[in-house]
């Protein structure tokens, strides 16, 4: 495996600042390059990329690896608090909080680390000790902490009880539990989506954006079901800050959520004024002709190709599709697009930059992008509209 990344280079995530040939990169790489931590990976398989994982905040990145955990920029101040070798998955809540999941011998252990140096430790339950993955959101970061939930494969979702425990070695408590079979769980900023095993995709936290999908802007306290997939199979889910996005069996592609930025892949109004673009006119086939800067229900997203992964960012997004090429749009302030300049895009384009590489996975972080890849491989040549 191969990794590239662009976007936001502070702490010298991708780049170091001084390098044997004395050159200083940009703050922003606008183009992927291979990160100086990517030889480290270099010989794991795609059969691995299960037990690959990698979280990246505006400063930092994680990356996880059959429970070794390596991590390089700016970091909170207690991570030399943790096993290293023992940490399952990371969390990044919002841009100062990262929670991180401990395998302890046959329990599992919550350890929150902040930007200001708090670090809090948690015990497990036993009823939660297979525990297999989490996800946080901070719901609203004006009244409460974050919300943490987790489920075991199989199993039942769990929302999990922290906000009463101020002690380095507490317990975490099951606030409640939900009858709904678990497949994957992802969160933004403030709401969360949760993929069933049959293909249902349920939505909860705030919708002042319309980033949960209901058709309203209502927040839900607890899973609700997106009616709009009701009659198809949802394979994977992802979400960005304040926008969300689901891919079915069929290789299609939805978003909905805040179109800030062009973050959906549809017109957007700031985008084209700061693009000098002029309106479209005449007749189309787009049915995202009409800028819009808040969509409350799914919606299909016009692409040239099927896709076979998707990812959102903080306000951009990316598809790779089956033939492993990776298509981008939304906010591009720090190259995170990948297309060699930083112009928001608000309909996917082709990143041409990648000269011929078959992508297989992206993970759009807050402000950055990492693409995992294979050898090169040749082709077939498609015109790319930027």
């Given at each position: 495996?191969?990794?590239?990344?662009?976007?936001?280079?502070?702490?010298?995530?991708?780049?170091?600042?001084?390098?044997?040939?004395?050159?200083?990169?940009?703050?922003?790489?606008?183009?992927?390059?291979?990160?100086?931590?990517?030889?480290?990976?270099?010989?794991?398989?795609?059969?691995?990329?299960?037990?690959?994982?990698?979280?990246?905040?505006?400063?930092?990145?994680?990356?996880?690896?059959?429970?070794?955990?390596?991590?390089?920029?700016?970091?909170?101040?207690?991570?030399?608090?943790?096993?290293?070798?023992?940490?399952?998955?990371?969390?990044?809540?919002?841009?100062?909080?990262?929670?991180?999941?401990?395998?302890?011998?046959?329990?599992?252990?919550?350890?929150?680390?902040?930007?200001?140096?708090?670090?809090?430790?948690?015990?497990?339950?036993?009823?939660?000790?297979?525990?297999?993955?989490?996800?946080?959101?901070?719901?609203?970061?004006?009244?409460?902490?974050?919300?943490?939930?987790?489920?075991?494969?199989?199993?039942?979702?769990?929302?999990?009880?922290?906000?009463?425990?101020?002690?380095?070695?507490?317990?975490?408590?099951?606030?409640?539990?939900?009858?709904?079979?678990?497949?994957?769980?992802?969160?933004?900023?403030?709401?969360?989506?949760?993929?069933?095993?049959?293909?249902q995709v349920f939505s909860w936290g705030l919708s002042s954006r319309g980033q949960l999908g209901q058709g309203c802007l209502d927040a839900e306290e607890e899973p609700q079901l997106i009616d709009a997939f009701e009659d198809m199979q949802i394979t994977m889910v992802s979400a960005g800050g304040w926008s969300s996005m689901a891919l079915n069996e069929h290789g299609l592609v939805f978003l909905w959520g805040w179109n800030s930025a062009g973050a959906l892949g549809f017109p957007n109004r700031g985008v084209r004024e700061q693009n000098k673009e002029e309106p479209e006119s005449g007749s189309s086939d787009r049915a995202d002709k009409q800028e819009v800067e808040?969509?409350?229900?799914?919606?299909?997203?016009?692409?040239?190709?099927?896709?076979?992964?998707?990812?959102?960012?903080?306000?951009?997004?990316?598809?790779?599709?089956?033939?492993?090429?990776?298509?981008?749009?939304?906010?591009?302030?720090?190259?995170?697009?990948?297309?060699?300049?930083?112009?928001?895009?608000?309909?996917?384009?082709?990143?041409?930059?990648?000269?011929?590489?078959?992508?297989?996975?992206?993970?759009?972080?807050?402000?950055?992008?990492?693409?995992?890849?294979?050898?090169?491989?040749?082709?077939?040549?498609?015109?790319?509209?930027?």
């Amino acid at each position: 495996m191969k990794i590239l990344a662009c976007g936001y280079n502070g702490s010298e995530k991708f780049l170091r600042k001084r390098t044997e040939d004395g050159a200083v990169p940009s703050v922003c790489i606008d183009t992927p390059v291979p990160p100086y931590w990517g030889e480290c990976y270099d010989t794991l398989r795609s059969a691995d990329f299960a037990d690959f994982q990698l979280t990246t905040t505006w400063q930092s990145v994680y990356l996880t690896n059959k429970g070794h955990l390596k991590y390089l920029g700016t970091n909170p101040p207690d991570m030399c608090k943790l096993r290293w070798s023992a940490i399952l998955q990371v969390v990044a809540v919002g841009s100062s909080t990262v929670i991180c999941l401990e395998e302890c011998e046959e329990l599992r252990r919550l350890h929150i680390l902040t930007d200001d140096g708090s670090f809090a430790s948690f015990g497990i339950l036993p009823k939660m000790k297979h525990l297999a993955k989490i996800s946080a959101s901070l719901v609203d970061a004006r009244k409460t902490p974050a919300v943490v939930y987790g489920f075991r494969k199989g199993s039942n979702l769990m929302k999990l009880s922290l906000e009463h425990v101020s002690a380095v070695n507490g317990e975490v408590q099951i606030a409640k539990e939900f009858d709904i079979d678990v497949n994957d769980l992802v969160a933004g900023r403030e709401h969360y989506l949760l993929l069933t095993g049959s293909g249902q995709v349920f939505s909860w936290g705030l919708s002042s954006r319309g980033q949960l999908g209901q058709g309203c802007l209502d927040a839900e306290e607890e899973p609700q079901l997106i009616d709009a997939f009701e009659d198809m199979q949802i394979t994977m889910v992802s979400a960005g800050g304040w926008s969300s996005m689901a891919l079915n069996e069929h290789g299609l592609v939805f978003l909905w959520g805040w179109n800030s930025a062009g973050a959906l892949g549809f017109p957007n109004r700031g985008v084209r004024e700061q693009n000098k673009e002029e309106p479209e006119s005449g007749s189309s086939d787009r049915a995202d002709k009409q800028e819009v800067e808040v969509v409350a229900d799914p919606r299909l997203l016009s692409l040239p190709e099927k896709v076979s992964w998707i990812s959102c960012g903080e306000r951009h997004a990316a598809a790779v599709s089956v033939t492993g090429r990776v298509y981008v749009w939304g906010l591009n302030q720090h190259g995170q697009l990948g297309l060699g300049d930083r112009r928001n895009r608000d309909r996917p384009v082709l990143m041409s930059t990648l000269n011929n590489v078959k992508v297989q996975r992206v993970i759009c972080g807050e402000w950055t992008t990492v693409l995992l890849h294979d050898e090169p491989v040749d082709l077939p040549e498609k015109e790319s509209n930027q």
